[in-house]
């Protein structure tokens, strides 16, 4: 019985799905915002999870609810079951319009094309349940070159994706940061492309009121403090083509 409600006010509805990936796969966070009468899924998974998230769903909001379902980036941990999705709801999908045409390589039917929408380079608003408006905020580089976060801004959750992934630790939430840090910071350093990205992402995200950030792997950094070291962390972090050296591309 899936579905951790980490945010809930009259309207307003916001569950984790964080332990359906089987043990060989990266482990990944599911996210589900329902306003009213419409949900959004984020970043959905891959096919070892997609008939169990859809089970823990269907306790949750019926299918024919699911209105929207957002995609970070491409990569197979985040879309890999898009088909099944449009198959078993009515959303509309959104991804970076760099990705789109690498969506049927996932197995997405062309019959289902025309509800996948593409997401250009400066963000979008999507509407759910009549009156919430969820901002997709550019993250590009961070990691994929086409990456956006959704900013909700009822629970002022910010689904960050990729960026703030811990591999490793034992709990959900983030208690102290200073000892998260050797979850996260082999990942970053490898993974996110250049600390110029990270910077400039982190002085449009302070312009927005968040208090939890929520992303696809790991734990949840929980309360205003939290939300500040990391964004302190990550524009200070040298990442990506910061560190590359020669020694980097020696031939084998
Ligand atoms: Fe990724």
Known sequence: MGGK?????????????????????????????VHRDEAMLLDPGGHKVQSKLFSDLCSLVQPKRIGHIFL??????????INYWLMTTPAKAYISELWIRFLPHFGLDSKMEGRVVPIGDRGMSITLGGDCDLHVIPAHFLHSPGNFHVYDPV???????DLGASLG???????????H????EKFHKRYMASNRAMRVWA??????????????????????????????????LECGVDLISERDYTLP
Not at 155 to 161: E, Q
Not at 169 to 179: A, C, N, T, W
């Open 155 to 161: 629970s002022k959750i910010l689904f960050s994706g």
């Open 72 to 81: 970070s980036h491409q990569d197979p941990d985040v879309v890999a079951s």
């Open 181 to 184: 840090i050797r979850f996260i």
């Open 203 to 236: 002085k449009a995200i302070r312009k927005l009121d968040v208090e939890t950030i929520a992303p696809q792997h790991g734990a949840i950094f929980k309360g205003r403090h939290l939300v500040e070291r990391f964004l302190d962390w990550a524009e200070n």
């Open 5 to 33: 409600l980490i945010y809930e006010s009259p309207d307003h509805r916001v569950y984790l799905f964080e332990e359906l990936t089987p043990a060989s796969a990266v482990q990944a966070n599911q996210y589900l915002i």
């Open 169 to 179: 630790q034992d709990y959900f939430f983030v208690e102290d940061f200073d000892s």
